[in-house]
């Protein structure tokens, strides 16, 4: 049984000393770059190691698969590896927790990359895990662009080496990939700075814009507010033009009605009382004429229906003027009454000098202390007191 039991083993030990060969196999495959026939070996070799338990072939052949996956970006394939059952029979390895670590990263996912990350640098224990780990590590920092960090990953490698190699044969790749960490880092710095440059010539365009257009409003409120304005200015004028014409014309309408009421008398009265006027005082071979003229007055004076009727036109004519002015002013004279009612008929302050016969300066006196009169009032009469009296 024993012999039995040391020969399977033996034969088991050459079995997986085969497969073991497939995966140097498909290194060398991977040197020259035939990257198909690399992941054929790799793919034969840890199928086999699961379906035996052989738990390190299996571990190495994902760890070089990972590997290629990797670098040859194909990212799909290596998902489809993480979703295989061969993950679950591996140990986990600094190769893995990397993987995992960039996957993550380049998934936006920073808290479970920062924890697979941190569970490899754990398990960094040699120089040569040192050196997996940083350039690993190296490689991702660069991809997401952050360069600082990939600078220090690079360093780090660097130090790991003997001091004299890397003094000798190391520092010119060290000071190219720094340079080249600083152009880019540069490079980021001054797309920032336009991007911000941009940013700040799109806020200004945007605020003079507005501050133009701001002003272009104001000016045209402005123009349309003194539009507005001119145009309610000519409106009133044109008002106070039609309330004007409509005055005169009903000035001339009751000086129409003032003609008929006195028809061929209108006419010489005005006539006579001209000429009895400046003949008054002239000699007695005009006495005629100033006789004459004593009639017509007295017939004037006599006749009640004429003047009321006068009175009557003029109030249908100027807003009942002289209806306002007997009841603000009861203690007028008939005089006094007859006065203002011809005066505002339109006659001549020498007209009725000669109709009452009283002294023409004695009209302007009674007609300008009623005016200082009107002054005292203060009710709504005044306004049309003002209109007529002025």
Same mark, same amino acid.
């Given at each position: ?58 571990? &190495? ?17 290596? %998902? ?10 591996? %140990? ?32 960094? &224990? ?35 080496? %003997? ?145 009321? &009727?006068? &009175? ?48 023409? %300066? ?29």
């Amino acid at each position: 049984m024993y012999k039995k039991a040391k020969h399977h083993y033996s034969l088991c030990n050459q079995k997986a000393l085969e497969y073991d060969k497939l995966i140097a196999i498909a290194d060398a495959y991977c040197k020259l770059k035939e990257y198909d026939q690399t992941e054929k070996y790799i793919q034969t070799a840890i199928k086999w190691a699961y379906e035996n338990k052989e738990t390190s072939i299996l571990q &190495e052949g994902v760890n070089s698969l990972i590997i290629l996956y990797e670098n040859l970006e194909e990212y799909d394939k290596l %998902d489809n590896l993480y979703k295989s059952n061969y993950l679950a029979e591996c %140990d986990t390895t600094l190769t893995l927790l990397l993987s995992l670590s960039r996957k993550y990263a380049y998934e936006a996912n920073a808290q479970m990359s920062k924890r697979f990350y941190e569970r490899a640098r754990q398990m960094v &224990e040699s120089k040569s895990d040192s050196i997996i780990f940083y350039e690993r590590m190296r490689i991702i920092h660069s991809n997401l662009k952050e360069y600082k960090e990939a600078a220090f990953c690079a360093n780090q490698n660097l130090r790991i080496y %003997d001091r004299e190699i890397r003094t000798a044969l190391t520092q010119p790749i060290a000071t190219a990939l720094n340079d080249y960490y600083i152009a880019q880092i540069q490079y980021k710095q001054q797309e920032e700075h336009i991007n911000r440059l941009y940013l700040t010539i799109t806020i200004t365009t945007a605020i003079l814009l507005s501050i133009i257009l701001c002003i272009v409003y104001k000016y045209y409120s402005n123009r349309i507010a003194l539009k507005d304005a001119k145009i309610e200015s000519l409106i009133a004028i044109a008002n106070n033009m039609e309330h004007e014409i409509k005055e005169n014309n009903s000035n001339s309408f009751m000086e129409e009605k003032v003609h008929r009421l006195f028809a061929e008398r209108f006419s010489l009265l005005n006539k006579l009382c001209t000429t009895y006027y400046e003949t008054s005082v002239c000699n007695k071979e005009r006495d005629s004429v100033f006789q004459e003229v004593k009639r017509e007055m007295k017939k004037i004076m006599h006749d009640k229906n004429t003047i009321t &009727e006068l &009175e009557s036109l003029i109030n249908d004519f100027k807003e009942n003027v002289l209806s306002l002015l007997y009841e603000d002013f009861p203690n007028l004279s008939n005089t006094d009454r007859l006065i203002f009612t011809l005066l505002l008929a339109g006659f001549s302050a020498k007209a009725i000098s000669a109709i009452i016969g009283i002294n023409r %300066d004695v009209i302007y006196t009674k007609k300008s202390r009623l005016k200082k009169q009107i002054l005292l009032l203060d009710n709504k009469n005044r306004v049309v007191y003002d209109k007529y009296f002025t």
